[in-house]
């Protein structure tokens, strides 16, 4: 069974930068994708970006040219780094885990990110 643990959530404001990790631990063997998820209050949740362990990467329109995930630590840790961040952008930021995207069966609990205007 994998665990997965969100940390690097904040404040910040409008402009700013910000970077949410991600560790997996336990069974990690048995999967290949992982991706971040995002969900604002009153919306669906969706993707923001997602990466294998060959380092395809996928990203969401709006994350396109500001945002960069990454994977690391013999595929268990992933990054998102976010810049130019927007108002739009506050939401719970999710990690997920799966043998294949978009078919996530394991998720973090989230780390919730503001940005100020």
């Known amino acids: 069974q994998v665990q997965l643990l969100e940390s690097g959530g904040g404040l910040v404001q409008a402009g700013g930068s910000l970077r949410v990790s991600c560790v997996a631990s336990?069974?990690?063997?048995?999967?290949?994708?992982m991706a971040w998820y995002r969900q604002a209050p009153g919306k669906q949740r969706e993707l923001v970006a997602a990466i294998t362990a060959a380092q395809n990467i996928r990203y969401a329109d709006f994350a396109q040219g500001r945002f960069t995930i990454t994977r690391e630590n013999r595929q268990t840790t992933i990054h998102l780094q976010m810049n130019d961040l927007k108002p739009d952008d506050t939401a719970v930021y999710s990690c997920?885990?799966?043998?294949?995207?978009?078919?996530?069966?394991?998720w973090g609990h989230g780390t919730q990110v503001t940005v100020a205007s």
């Open positions: 336990g069974s990690i063997f048995h999967f290949n994708a």
């Open positions: 997920a885990a799966g043998v294949n995207h978009p078919e996530y069966n394991t």
